[in-house]
């Protein structure tokens, strides 16, 4: 889906500043998501990544900054508000329970129900239809609606909580770490559905510390460094040279190594001086 760039952004974050006591978290930070668009956003540990999803999610408020969900200025005061704005997120833990089924973990919280009040009870064949229709649109192949859903794989567990956050209404999805604990094969199974929810005219933004799959899927890329962004440029600016660069603390270590040429060189001369008397 080719992404209109003359529409404005369906999430905006503007000068987006978080304090905890004395600490810093973010720090002027200023990102937009469009729909048909993955933005990527990287960082090490402590850079900040979590307290700006939690932010957008609406488990965290904000201290300084403007947050705007299509044009509109929001301040979500829970994660319920953000996901009626159309903003889903998923976890690391993914919020499935492993020995309930498929279909019950697709609609967990949100079960469908038939029959009069008081005697209402689960509509369990739409549940299972709509479930397993859902999951195969998305070109999703699970042996069985009905096994527990502790028993497929890291990178298939992903994708129903993918599946099911799309089938729900989302138009953001967040995406914290979904490669983190998977191996490579999982991880390209989770990538291949991060590009089918761009495809299906999803916002979504991808949370990793992995520059090498943010590039396989990116279409615009945020670099947190202790709280403020060191970069925000889109994949036509970039390569993935310079993404790990950024990513690593490039203009650190280049800084690191200027500075021990500029120890090492006196040294070296003060070596020679030496020899030179010893003669």
């Known amino acids: ?18 304090n905890f006591g004395n600490i810093h978290a973010l720090r002027g930070v200023s990102l937009s998501v469009r729909q048909g668009e993955v933005t990527c956003i990287l960082g090490d540990n402590g850079a900040g990544k979590s307290t700006l999803i939690k932010i957008i999610s609406g488990l965290h408020g904000y201290d300084s900054g403007a947050y705007r969900v299509a044009g509109e200025k929001v301040r979500f005061a829970s994660p319920r508000e953000a996901l009626d704005r159309g903003i889903a997120t998923v976890y690391q833990d993914l919020a499935l329970t492993p020995q309930q089924s498929v279909w019950r973990n697709f609609y967990l919280g949100s079960e469908l ?46 994708v129903v909580a993918i599946a099911r956050a799309i089938h729900f209404g989302a138009e953001v999805l967040i995406l914290d770490e979904p490669t983190a604990a998977l191996g490579v094969k999982q991880s390209g199974v989770v990538l291949k559905y991060i590009s089918a929810a761009r495809d299906a005219g999803l916002g979504v933004i991808f949370i990793t510390h992995n520059p090498h799959h943010a590039f396989l899927v990116g279409d615009h890329f945020a670099v947190l460094r202790q709280g403020e962004l ?40 003060a070596v020679h001086d030496q020899g030179g008397s010893d003669r």
């Open 113 to 158: 129900t038939k029959g009069p009040w008081p005697v209402r009870r689960l509509d369990v064949a739409t549940m299972r239809r709509t479930a397993d229709e859902e999951l195969q649109k998305m070109g999703i192949q699970v042996p069985d609606i009905d096994q527990p859903v502790g028993t497929l794989s890291g990178g298939q567990r992903q």
């Open 1 to 18: 889906m080719a992404v209109d760039k003359k529409q404005p952004p369906i999430l905006e974050l503007t000068d987006i500043g978080k």
């Open 230 to 269: 060191e970069l925000s440029a889109p994949r036509k600016e970039l390569t993935l040279d310079d993404l790990t660069h950024h990513m690593s603390g490039g203009a650190e270590l280049d800084a690191l190594k200027h500075e021990l040429q500029r120890i090492e060189a006196p040294e070296i001369g």
